[in-house]
Protein backbone atom coordinates (compact mmCIF):
# COMPACT_ATOMS: atom_id res chain seq x y z
CA UNK A 1 0.00 0.00 0.00
CA UNK A 2 1.37 3.63 -0.56
CA UNK A 3 1.12 6.32 1.59
CA UNK A 4 -0.98 9.02 0.81
CA UNK A 5 -2.33 12.43 2.99
CA UNK A 6 -5.28 10.70 4.36
CA UNK A 7 -3.34 7.83 5.49
CA UNK A 8 -0.26 9.65 6.86
CA UNK A 9 -1.88 12.50 8.33
CA UNK A 10 -5.61 11.57 9.40
CA UNK A 11 -5.99 11.76 12.97
CA UNK A 12 -9.24 10.67 13.49
CA UNK A 13 -8.31 7.29 11.34
CA UNK A 14 -6.10 6.52 13.89
CA UNK A 15 -8.80 7.76 16.98
CA UNK A 16 -11.49 5.24 14.90
CA UNK A 17 -8.90 2.47 14.73
CA UNK A 18 -9.53 2.59 10.81
CA UNK A 19 -7.37 0.44 8.52
CA UNK A 20 -6.44 1.44 5.04
CA UNK A 21 -6.70 -2.35 3.17
CA UNK A 22 -6.36 -0.97 -0.20
CA UNK A 23 -5.84 1.93 -1.95
CA UNK A 24 -5.10 2.95 -5.50
CA UNK A 25 -6.25 5.58 -7.58
CA UNK A 26 -9.52 6.00 -7.62
CA UNK A 27 -10.46 3.49 -5.23
CA UNK A 28 -10.09 2.83 -1.37
CA UNK A 29 -11.05 0.09 0.65
CA UNK A 30 -11.07 1.30 4.73
CA UNK A 31 -11.85 -1.17 7.33
CA UNK A 32 -13.35 0.08 11.16
CA UNK A 33 -13.74 -2.43 13.83
CA UNK A 34 -17.43 -1.22 15.40
CA UNK A 35 -16.31 -0.53 18.98
CA UNK A 36 -18.95 0.20 21.33
CA UNK A 37 -17.52 3.77 21.56
CA UNK A 38 -18.72 3.79 18.12
CA UNK A 39 -22.15 2.56 18.61
CA UNK A 40 -25.80 4.74 19.50
CA UNK A 41 -27.74 4.00 21.92
CA UNK A 42 -29.79 1.27 20.23
CA UNK A 43 -26.54 -0.79 20.08
CA UNK A 44 -25.63 -0.75 16.16
CA UNK A 45 -22.74 2.04 14.06
CA UNK A 46 -23.54 5.49 14.92
CA UNK A 47 -24.39 7.28 11.78
CA UNK A 48 -21.45 9.39 12.32
CA UNK A 49 -19.09 6.60 13.02
CA UNK A 50 -20.90 5.54 9.00
CA UNK A 51 -20.34 8.76 7.66
CA UNK A 52 -16.42 8.98 9.05
CA UNK A 53 -15.56 6.01 7.61
CA UNK A 54 -17.40 7.12 4.22
CA UNK A 55 -15.30 10.03 4.44
CA UNK A 56 -12.20 8.54 5.12
CA UNK A 57 -12.42 5.71 2.51
CA UNK A 58 -13.58 8.79 -0.21
CA UNK A 59 -10.34 10.97 1.01
CA UNK A 60 -7.86 8.06 1.16
CA UNK A 61 -8.91 7.25 -2.65
CA UNK A 62 -9.20 10.96 -4.02
CA UNK A 63 -5.85 11.82 -2.56
CA UNK A 64 -4.04 8.63 -3.44
CA UNK A 65 -1.27 9.96 -5.95
CA UNK A 66 -2.44 13.86 -5.63
CA UNK A 67 -0.04 16.76 -5.57
CA UNK A 68 -2.15 18.59 -4.70
CA UNK A 69 -4.98 18.23 -1.07
CA UNK A 70 -8.88 17.13 -2.20
CA UNK A 71 -11.49 18.15 0.03
CA UNK A 72 -15.21 17.32 0.28
CA UNK A 73 -16.98 19.82 -1.03
CA UNK A 74 -20.46 17.90 -0.49
CA UNK A 75 -21.83 14.30 0.77
CA UNK A 76 -24.83 12.97 0.85
CA UNK A 77 -25.78 9.95 2.65
CA UNK A 78 -28.33 6.96 2.62
CA UNK A 79 -28.37 5.06 5.83
CA UNK A 80 -29.93 1.50 4.30
CA UNK A 81 -29.56 -1.22 7.11
CA UNK A 82 -28.51 -1.22 11.04
CA UNK A 83 -24.55 -1.63 11.12
CA UNK A 84 -24.48 -4.45 14.00
CA UNK A 85 -22.02 -6.67 13.15
CA UNK A 86 -18.68 -5.45 13.07
CA UNK A 87 -16.04 -4.69 11.23
CA UNK A 88 -17.48 -2.34 9.01
CA UNK A 89 -15.94 -1.63 5.08
CA UNK A 90 -15.95 1.35 3.07
CA UNK A 91 -15.26 0.86 -0.24
CA UNK A 92 -14.59 4.24 -2.42
CA UNK A 93 -14.74 4.43 -6.56
CA UNK A 94 -14.32 7.26 -8.77
CA UNK A 95 -17.40 7.86 -10.93
CA UNK A 96 -16.31 11.26 -12.57
CA UNK A 97 -12.89 13.07 -12.47
CA UNK A 98 -12.65 16.20 -13.67
CA UNK A 99 -9.71 18.96 -13.64
CA UNK A 100 -10.62 20.37 -10.13
CA UNK A 101 -14.55 18.49 -9.11
CA UNK A 102 -14.75 14.14 -8.78
CA UNK A 103 -17.58 12.36 -7.61
CA UNK A 104 -17.11 9.43 -5.61
CA UNK A 105 -19.48 6.44 -4.30
CA UNK A 106 -18.94 5.02 -1.22
CA UNK A 107 -20.43 1.54 -0.36
CA UNK A 108 -20.29 0.72 3.38
CA UNK A 109 -20.75 -2.75 4.30
CA UNK A 110 -21.19 -4.44 7.93
CA UNK A 111 -19.03 -7.72 8.92
CA UNK A 112 -21.65 -9.94 7.24
CA UNK A 113 -20.91 -8.11 4.14
CA UNK A 114 -24.40 -6.23 3.78
CA UNK A 115 -24.53 -2.85 1.75
CA UNK A 116 -25.33 -0.63 5.53
CA UNK A 117 -24.94 2.98 3.71
CA UNK A 118 -23.73 4.47 1.04
CA UNK A 119 -22.74 8.33 -0.43
CA UNK A 120 -22.55 10.23 -3.34
CA UNK A 121 -19.21 12.37 -2.15
CA UNK A 122 -18.20 15.55 -4.47
CA UNK A 123 -14.30 16.37 -4.02
CA UNK A 124 -12.71 19.42 -4.68
CA UNK A 125 -9.01 19.60 -5.91
CA UNK A 126 -7.42 22.47 -3.98
CA UNK A 127 -4.50 24.86 -4.49
CA UNK A 128 -2.56 23.67 -1.66
CA UNK A 129 0.29 21.14 -2.78
CA UNK A 130 1.35 17.79 -0.52
CA UNK A 131 4.41 17.77 0.56
Not at 29 to 34: A, F, N, T
Not at 109 to 118: E, K, P, S, V
Request: net charge negative.
Amino acid sequence: MSMNAVAERDQILRLMQMEILEIRHGYAKVRMPLLDCLKNGMGVAHGGSIFSLADIAFGAAANEDSEQFVVTLSTSIEYLSPGAVGPLVAEAHVIREGKRIQNYEVKIFDGNGTLIARTMTTGYTTSAKVS
